[in-house]
T-cell receptor
Framework: EPEVTQTPSHQVTQMGQEVILRCVPI?????FYWYRQILGQKVEFLVS????????KSEIFDDQFSVERPDGSNFTLKIRSTKLEDSAMYFC????????????FGPGTRLTVT | GDSVTQMEGPVTLSEEAFLTINCTYT??????LFWYVQYPGEGLQLLLK?????DKGSNKGFEATYRKETTSFHLEKGSVQVSDSAVYFC????????????FGTGTRLTIIP
């Protein structure tokens, strides 16, 4: 069964550093999302992406965050200057399209900012 | 805005017990409703869904019915197993496949033999 993959599984970085989290969506999916889950808290929406542009973003997704599909397959989330409060599990999700309702989630990348 | 309220956890049950995890929602229009499950060390997996009022979603012995009159989508299972131990998230979106998901806080379920 096709699945969403994410790399790395765990990233440790120092405050102020840039990080790039990578996701490989299911091949025929058209909609892409990033969510995050701070330890012990709810899963929060960050951004959705379709047709090479952002469809919607939350207030969490400020100028420090960006997303892109650099090569038409990978879907990346960049945090330009990490803060301690960015420490969380980041999940990529993908969806086939408007007529199907299921978002398929990757296993997540645990980001630890020290 | 949209929101999901879930039963506080953690919940501990004995094997073969009956499970209910309550979920209520606030949303305009006609949202679609979901239960996701997160097993230890893994990502979220869709457990079941319902896209309109009175629909019943079911999977792996779990069921939930979309009740518009009570804005609820409670998760039930008649006889839980140790392998059901996980965190369960209730979620909604605005009814189209490309819409973001809004999650509840999650309920940690532990089943003891």
């Amino acid at each position: 069964e096709p699945e969403v993959t994410q790399t790395p599984s765990h990233q440790v970085t120092q405050m102020g550093q840039e990080v790039i989290l990578r996701c490989v969506p299911i091949s025929n999916h058209l909609y892409f999302y990033w969510y995050r889950q701070i330890l012990g808290q709810k899963v929060e929406f960050l951004v959705s992406f379709y047709n090479n542009e952002i469809s919607e973003k939350s207030e969490i997704f400020d100028d420090q965050f960006s997303v892109e599909r650099p090569d038409g397959s990978n879907f990346t989330l960049k945090i330009r200057s990490t803060k301690l409060e960015d420490s969380a599990m980041y999940f990529c999700a993908t969806s086939l399209g408007v007529t199907t309702y299921e978002q398929y989630f990757g296993p997540g990348t645990r980001l630890t900012v020290t | 805005g949209d929101s999901v309220t879930q039963m506080e956890g953690p919940v501990t049950l004995s094997e073969e017990a009956f499970l209910t995890i309550n979920c209520t929602y606030t949303a305009t229009g006609y949202p679609s409703l979901f239960w996701y499950v997160q097993y230890p060390g893994e990502g979220l997996q869709l457990l079941l869904k319902a896209t309109k009022a009175d629909d019943k979603g079911s999977n792996k012995g779990f069921e939930a019915t979309y009740r518009k009159e009570t804005t609820s989508f409670h998760l039930e299972k008649g006889s839980v197993q140790v392998s059901d131990s996980a965190v369960y998230f209730c979620a909604l979106n605005r009814g189209f496949g490309n819409e973001k998901l809004t999650f509840g806080t999650g309920t940690r379920l532990t089943i003891i033999p």
